[in-house]
């Protein structure tokens, strides 16, 4: 504890300078009219064109900042949240606690960044808060004269390049990683989105940075798939059984054949060889097995639309564009019965962890840091800054319960939720799958409890925030999977936002339509005259009534974009919500001091996360902003994590300890769960940096591939190139016909005339006897004829026609070399593994191989191309 006061003192001490310089402007900000406010900002652009010095501007663009957040949101920012900002700049971490305004925070730095005119990108989890934090913070920068742009999933290249180019962009980590891929798949410049990248700021940078950093993004092509290969596989599985044929790997998601389970399904297929390179079954085997035995219905994927859309073990959230790789994706589509796609092959591949370190500039902000502060700083190079909060914390977190079985835990949740739910407290149960969400609602339908579910399952994702924030009204029981809304405040007593626009659109519509179903004397008495007179006349405006439900329903989530409306149904609109959000107000305030009093928010956990981080993410749904609050988590020795990292010694004890259906509180096992998660973090870590370490190889090749590619794309002439590249070749031959062992081969085969296709006269004779300078000077010449030759047949037929072909043609071949490059990486970082047992660094041997491909790559690439450009022709 005292540690944690240290660090907080030392934070605060270190930047208390600059937050009194900030407060000591904010009277003086506060006699400028808001187009003074405004100009400011254009003088500080020109402050910094002159001095091209991002620190003198800090305290005043942080003050600049504060001040129009008060006068367009009414929030001004604290001094922990001013010190949040700070950290930010200062390209750090921020750890704050939930509830603790971090939305806010990255205005801060998002501003002081976006007055360099190079962009600032906010990097956030999913698009519902991408949409949600730039219609609300983008207030705060159009009053400042900043521009800001979003980026959401279905949006074409045309408005990502418009929207890229903003001061300030909201983007999903997603988006902008596999817009960075395709940018470099582009066949021309119109056609790349991105511009040169400056300042980052990553929202939830835990979530992204560790628990999505584990698996690469690849952006994949189809290949030609043996699809009943699939099938048969998947009928095999059926006739197995585990620890017979196959052994299962639960730790490490792997299984293992045995030697019946080998002859087992070679008598099924009536096969002799499993492993016959000419017709491999294996593969096709150990991919249905584990479909069968490792990846389970509503636990790792849904069925959706007749496909397998996976679901993320971190997030809870689906991932439609994600597949399984190795034809793991296809064994569960054929388990399942649904059409199997084909196959597909890496065109272009990035993690996460080399992504964001292209940012000159990367901070991140975060409610759980510091468990992982080392791996932050190894790999990104980004302390953790704990930031104190603005007010005490005052969540009670319990002792976990354990007990005997899963059905006893079950069942000991459902009756502490009717005990609870008799008290009328907020309940929200977090739960590891979807499955076990739904498993958790029937059972307390048998208790004759009303609950609200929040999972993977689209009809549940639809509503993901209404249902998180309205988690905290009086006597509602909310079960959510990990999903459980990060990034939207739970309020004490209920969210009147989602509240009010429900019960106008609700009125708006079925007025509309003239079908009213609320008690229309009962809504006459609630509300004001004006509110009557606004609304009536609402109902006689022909432009609101050719309005869809639709069109209400978007114009009413979109409202805080539009400041002033101009048009009269909206001024009417935004006047009802703003009549009906005062007069809910009053009940809120009302309900939030019922909570309160009652506890606050009840968390209960129903599994032990593999990471701590992930356990206090959920205990941090409650007890925001100094609100009181519980946490306690309900265990059982069936929890995946006591079965696969508890030690044999400890569930031996405690299967004789507990009873059949009371819980056990003891130090000894907390410990030991904490001893268990440590080792799961441990080996995540391992993984991580190991693909981080093999990556970064690959890193290095494809950022000179990347950069070779740029270039190409913004040459207006490609004639150097061609010219270089076919001069490197020459060289090449030459070196190659000092050798003895190839010599005899380039006589015999003309390869330098079939390169060429010219005859040179005497040339194979004379390769013994020509100087070395003298032969590589007659050939460049030829070659120089050549390629004037093949320029000259091109401008013939069309002008400039010779420039696009040029490019054409070299792009192809860089980006076929390096897919196939990624290919060949791919299959040696699999066999470089086995170099272990020979006593050999795989990683060094990795390295060492890596190069020799990638040296290859590029002599293949000039070998090709400049064959092919000789050889071709107009038809």
Not at 382 to 401: C, G, M, Q, S
Not at 558 to 572: F, H, L, T, V
Not at 827 to 847: C, H, I, M, S
Request: some cysteine; hydrophobic content about 40%.
């Amino acid at each position: 504890m005292l540690k944690n006061l240290f660090i907080k003192d030392s934070v605060t001490n270190q930047y208390q300078a600059l937050v009194n310089q900030i407060n000591a402007l904010e009277n003086n900000l506060k006699t400028l009219t808001d187009t003074e406010l405004r100009n400011k900002t254009f003088q500080l652009k020109k402050q910094y064109e002159e001095e091209q010095n991002l620190d003198r501007l800090i305290a005043e663009s942080f003050a600049i900042t504060r001040e129009a957040s008060l006068r367009t949101l009414g929030l001004r920012h604290f001094d922990v949240q001013l010190i949040g900002g700070l950290v930010l700049n200062s390209g750090k971490i921020s750890e704050m606690r939930t509830g603790e305004g971090k939305t806010l925070v990255a205005t801060l730095p998002a501003y002081l960044n976006a007055l360099t005119n190079r962009g600032v990108h906010i990097v956030t989890v999913n698009d519902y808060l991408a949409s949600r934090d730039q219609i609300s913070m983008g207030q705060i920068y159009r009053f400042l004269g900043l521009d800001t742009g979003l980026i959401q999933e279905d949006m074409s290249f045309l408005e990502r390049q418009t929207n890229y180019n903003a001061d300030i962009t909201y983007v999903t980590n997603n988006e902008v990683a596999f817009d960075y891929l395709r940018d470099n798949m582009a066949p021309n410049l119109d056609q790349v989105v991105l511009p040169p990248f400056n300042y980052c700021i990553v929202d939830e940078v835990d979530s992204i940075f560790i628990d999505e950093a584990q698996v690469p993004l690849i952006i994949s092509q189809a290949v030609e798939t043996c699809i009943d290969k699939y099938i048969v596989a998947a009928e095999v599985a059926q006739y197995l059984e585990v620890n017979v044929h196959f052994k299962v790997d639960e730790k490490n998601r792997n299984i293992i054949l045995t030697e019946q389970g080998t002859t087992q399904i070679e008598k099924i297929l009536q096969v002799e060889d499993l492993y016959n390179p000419n017709d491999p079954w294996i593969p096709y085997i150990l991919s249905a097995i584990k479909a069968t035995a490792l990846f389970f219905r509503n636990v790792h994927y849904i069925v959706q639309n007749n496909q397998i859309i996976i679901v993320d073990e971190f997030t809870g959230r689906i991932m439609p564009d994600r597949r399984w790789n190795e034809g793991l994706h296809q064994a569960v589509e054929a388990k399942e019965g649904v059409p199997i796609r084909q196959n597909t092959e890496t065109a272009a591949s990035i993690t996460y962890q080399n992504f964001f370190l292209l940012y000159p500039k990367l901070s991140g902000m975060t409610g759980t840091a510091k468990t992982s502060e080392v791996e932050f700083e190894k790999i990104y190079n980004l302390p953790v800054e704990e930031i104190p909060t603005a007010r005490p914390n005052l969540r009670k977190d319990l002792p976990d319960f354990v007990y005997k079985d899963s059905l006893t835990k079950w069942t000991a949740i459902a009756r502490e939720c009717k005990s609870i739910a008799k008290t009328s407290q907020p309940i929200l149960i977090g739960t590891t799958t979807v499955e076990n969400s739904e498993m958790l609602a029937d059972l307390l339908k048998e208790y004759q409890l009303s609950y609200r579910v929040l999972n993977a399952k689209p009809e549940n994702v639809k509503r993901e925030s209404e249902i998180v924030a309205q988690a905290g009204e009086i006597g509602s029981i909310t079960i959510a999977t990990n999903m459980a809304g990060r990034g939207t405040d739970i309020i004490l007593g209920g969210n009147i936002t989602f509240k009010v626009r429900k019960f106008l659109y609700n009125i708006l519509v079925s007025c509309k339509n003239g079908q009213s179903t609320i008690n229309y004397y009962e809504f006459c008495n609630s509300v004001s005259l004006k509110f009557l007179s606004v609304f009536r006349s609402l109902l006689h405006d022909q432009t609101f009534l050719n309005l869809s439900s639709t069109a209400i329903l978007k114009f009413l989530n979109e409202i805080d974009q539009i400041r002033i409306p101009k048009i009269p149904y909206q001024c009417s609109i935004k006047f009802l919500l703003e009549e009906l959000s005062r007069f809910e107000k009053k009940n809120q305030k009302v309900n939030n001091k019922i909570v309160k009093n009652l506890g606050g928010l009840y968390i209960i956990g129903t599994e032990r996360n593999n990471s701590r981080r992930i356990d206090n993410q959920l205990r941090g749904r409650c007890g925001r902003q100094g609100d009181p609050g519980t946490s306690r988590f309900f265990l059982s020795l069936e929890d995946s994590l006591f079965r696969n990292f508890g030690s044999s010694n400890l569930q031996n004890f405690m299967q004789s300890q507990l009873l059949d259906d009371l819980p056990l509180e003891s130090n000894l096992l907390t410990k030991s769960l904490d001893a268990a998660q440590k080792r799961v973090e441990e080996r995540d870590y391992d993984g991580r940096k190991y693909l981080f370490d093999y990556d970064d190889i690959l890193n290095k090749q494809r950022n000179i591939v990347y950069y070779e590619r740029r270039k190409l794309l913004e040459s207006q002439s490609l004639r150097e190139t061609i010219l270089a590249y076919g001069e490197q070749v020459i060289k090449d031959i030459i070196n190659l016909a000092k050798d003895p062992k190839f010599i005899q081969y380039i006589k015999t085969n003309s390869i330098i005339e079939e390169l060429f296709k010219t005859r040179f006269i005497n040339l194979t004779d004379s390769l013994n006897s020509l100087d070395v300078v003298e032969l590589k000077t007659y050939l460049f010449q030829e070659f120089w004829l050549s390629y004037e030759t093949k320029v000259l047949e091109f401008e013939i037929c069309q002008v400039g026609l010779i420039r696009s072909f040029e490019r054409t043609i070299i792009l192809y071949y860089t980006d076929i070399a390096w897919k196939e490059h990624l290919q060949k990486i791919s299959l040696l970082r699999d066999a470089v593994g086995w170099r272990t047992y020979g006593q050999r660094n795989p990683l060094f041997e990795f390295k060492e191989e890596a190069y020799n491909l990638f040296q290859n790559r590029n002599m293949t690439i000039r070998h090709l191309l400049i064959r092919d450009f000789l050889h071709s022709y107009i038809l």
